[in-house]
């Protein structure tokens, strides 16, 4: 009996994961949500501590949610009182990461044809975050706040989980830091308990083959770049 390549499937699942920005309306099965995330769940995590909580919206609470943080990042009142609860980014930056970060960007408004002076349309492009670039799904991954930063390191592993497996079954995604910008909203819109603290959100479903800013594939170093070998 002929066995699949396996090699080549997961290889080709995880080269094929890219953060899409631009999703069609194609409903995605709720079954197939439940299976990519338990999948997901085989993810390591320290002492088996299962650190996740995934927050699935769709539907008619997908679009109320979004429309209120959409109108919310655009409102600086409602911005004021939103305070991150932890910083994704460095306070300082340095190259060869502060170079990567201006690449990435400048690629992306490049496609979109958005001038290095435009404030206002890169405000807009950012805002379409909080609709999940307009995925059927929208995901909120919070985490309690007793965990420390292993349970953390545990999380990016889940995420990395959950993004391949949609690949493995056409799917694709965003993950997206943007949410951690205002966690107050999202707590009270999710009525998250106090001890839950926002990690970050994921976009998931079908990728929009017309639109620009999905032909962005971004650069990797390769693997001499950030290796050393002891023999």
């Known amino acids: 009996m002929h066995k699949p390549d396996l090699t080549a499937a997961v290889d080709a699942a995880i080269r094929g994961r890219h953060s899409v920005r631009a999703f069609l309306p194609t409903p995605v099965p709720r079954t197939t949500i439940e299976h990519l995330l338990d999948v997901a769940a085989r993810a390591p995590s320290g002492t088996n501590t299962q650190p996740w909580q995934v927050h699935v919206l769709t539907g008619a609470k997908l679009r109320d949610f979004t429309a209120k943080l959409h109108a919310a990042y655009l409102d600086p009142a409602q911005m004021a009182t939103q305070k991150p609860e932890y910083a994704y ?23 979109l044809e958005i001038g290095k002076t435009d404030k206002v349309r890169m405000a807009q492009q950012h805002a379409r975050n909080y609709l999940f670039f307009d995925a059927p799904v929208g995901m909120i991954f919070t985490i309690d706040r007793v965990m420390a930063q292993g349970s953390w390191v545990d999380y990016g592993m889940f995420l990395q989980s959950i993004m391949v497996a949609a690949r493995g079954r056409g799917l694709d995604t965003c993950p997206q830091a943007a949410f951690i910008e205002m966690p107050q909203l999202i707590a009270q819109e999710l009525n998250l308990p106090p001890e839950q603290m926002v990690v970050c959100g994921m976009a998931l479903g079908h990728a929009d083959p017309h639109a620009r800013e999905n032909t962005l594939i971004t650069e990797r170093e390769p693997a001499a770049g950030f290796t050393t070998y002891w023999d």
């Open 89 to 111: 980014y460095p306070l300082e930056w340095r190259s060869p990461f502060i170079d990567r970060r201006r690449k990435v960007g400048w690629d992306l408004y490049g496609l």
